[in-house]
């Protein structure tokens, strides 16, 4: 390949990776709900073994055990309800089922198998956030943002020469996974407010909004996602996160309590 096409590619391959990621939401979508939702299995067993890689961080010689509480601090500064607004948005996604409840059969086992896991995501992430506390210490893990991925980039090989790349294309699986839920729930959403519930399941409404959301992404890292836009980012990501997690709940909650007065 001529040396002059590198720095091309080099410039636009964040570009094409995300048109390619997003092509294989867009087909994924464009299966219906059931397909997706049988997608999430080889997600699940493609990337949950990648959990025991991390055992090493437990042990770190920077391991301390009281770093693990108080779990309820004493005195609360802001970088506590900081840390408390974190965690509420890490438990937030949930609420974005109702989007998608006229596609789910209300006589199957869904809430029963959502909840179960819903429980294993969140024991995921409290693993993987007690070894990174561990590896990282609670000074210095405040200053990472992205602290998985770095830990990731510490795991050796005798075989594998960057065993942090082969584990974040596989843990691409779950970001399709996650990508094609969240078209569908958009697409859901967007036929609630259309009152197009009663009409056929459109493929080409998928794809056209794929293709929406495929050029918004490329317009904001080209233009938004920058260096020093980043925490900006992230803090506006926690901030609706958390509210979506609080509001969608009490609204149904307050709708089903007016419903079952009248």
Not at 47 to 61: A, D, G, K, R, T
Not at 62 to 84: M, Q, R, T
Not at 235 to 243: D, Q, R
Request: aromatic share 16%; glycine share 4%.
């Amino acid at each position: 390949m001529n040396q002059s096409c590198w720095p091309l590619i080099k410039r636009y391959w964040p570009n094409w990776l995300i048109v390619f990621i997003m092509a294989v939401c867009c087909y994924t979508a464009s299966l219906g709900m059931g397909n997706a939702i049988r997608f999430s299995v080889i997600a699940f067993l493609c990337s949950i073994w990648i959990i025991l890689l991390f055992y090493p961080f437990f042990m770190p010689p920077i391991a301390s055990l009281p770093d693990l509480y108080p779990l309820i601090p004493e005195d609360w500064s802001n970088i506590s309800w900081k840390g408390l607004l974190l965690i509420w948005s890490s438990l937030s996604g949930p609420e974005y089922i109702v989007c998608i409840a006229h596609l789910l059969n209300p006589r199957g086992s869904f809430i029963k198998y959502f909840t179960f896991a819903n429980t294993l995501s969140v024991l995921e992430n409290l693993v993987l956030f007690i070894a990174s506390l561990f590896f990282f210490g609670s000074k210095f893990l405040s200053l990472s943002k992205f602290p998985i991925v770095t830990m990731l980039r510490y795991l050796q090989s005798p075989i594998f020469e960057r065993v942090d790349i082969i584990l974040i294309c596989l843990n691409i699986f779950n970001l399709v996974f996650a990508v094609s839920i969240f078209l569908l729930c958009f697409y859901g959403a967007l036929r609630i407010l259309g009152k197009k519930l009663q009409t056929s399941h459109s493929k080409w409404g998928i794809q056209i909004i794929c293709i929406i959301a495929t050029v918004w992404l490329i317009a904001a890292n080209k233009w938004i996602w920058r260096e020093e836009h980043q925490s900006i980012l992230l803090n506006l990501e926690i901030w609706c996160s958390s509210l979506t997690y609080l509001l969608v709940p009490l609204f149904l909650l307050i709708f089903s309590r007016k419903k079952r007065g009248l």
